[in-house]
């Protein structure tokens, strides 16, 4: 039996585990088996506070998982496979095998950026491939720079990049935007915006960074080259909440909802970080709730006895 489990080994749920540990819960933390989550993906952290120099993204995590450890926190480096809520203590099973129980819940397994799936994408990512504006902007300062969606999210992190960037195209697959007129607006406006429509990548350019893109007309069917040297791919997220899908309350698009503070509406489960936060989406955001979660559960123990 564990006071507390914490599913998930982002930020979240790293700063979770070296609260509960602190307050002398020993924390389980089944940290999955692609530990570390979505800063794993990343090279350099500059807006992480602490780090005058910035940090490298695995790095970070590599330091607050030794944080955690010190303090005492167990980890598993295995899936959760299935959990109960129905009834306490929780049960959580982890890769089919064995079941645990927990007297209280962090779910903390974060959201997946959505990728277009092509092998240069992923190859690149982190070397010109990005999936968050506010993070890897910076690096493109005076660089030509492609946005890949259509939605709102790729009409905020274009009006977000021109900040940086020499120009910003927009490339989508078709010739109408699913984005807020507003949004939209605000793009179109925007002097260093210009739109490719209907056009699909087909693949991402260079070796060991990005050169360019090679782009195919959905309509047409003719291929052409795009040079730029920062490819943000913003084609949405997909909360990973799979596991406790009809279990516990979500919003429409499975983001987990929480109130006064981190709870669920499952008493003694809490949520932190990405999975429950379809807007901020920052590394210090997700440890910030991960803080919150480790107190909400600290006094929910205790409230129990
Ligand atoms: P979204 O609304 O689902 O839009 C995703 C966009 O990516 C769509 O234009 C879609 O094209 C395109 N897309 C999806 N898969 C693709 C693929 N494989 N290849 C090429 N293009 C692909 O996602 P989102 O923009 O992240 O927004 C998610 C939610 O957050 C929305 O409810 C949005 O309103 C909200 N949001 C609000 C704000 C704000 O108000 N400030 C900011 C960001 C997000 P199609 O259009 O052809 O399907």
Redesign the pocket.
Known sequence: MHNVVIIGSGPAGLTAAVYTARANLSPLMIEGSQAGGQLTLTTDVENFPGFPQGIMGPQLIQDMRAQAERFGTAFQTADVTKVDLSRRPFAVTINDEETIQARSLIISTGASA?L??LDSESRLLGHGVSTCATCDGFFFRGQPIVV???????M?EATFLTKFASQVTII???DK????KI?QDKAMKNDKITFRWNS?VEEVLGDDVVTGLRLRDAVTGDTATLDCKGVFV????TPNTQLFTGQIDTDA?GYIQTSHGTATNVPGVFAAGDVQD?HYRQAITAAGTGCMAAMDAERFLEAEG
Request: no cysteine.
């Open positions: 959505n277009l799936g890949i969606g259509g939605g709102d999210s790729a905020e989508h697959r078709r935007l699913r984005a807020s949004m699909m913003a084609i949405g997220h698009n379809p």
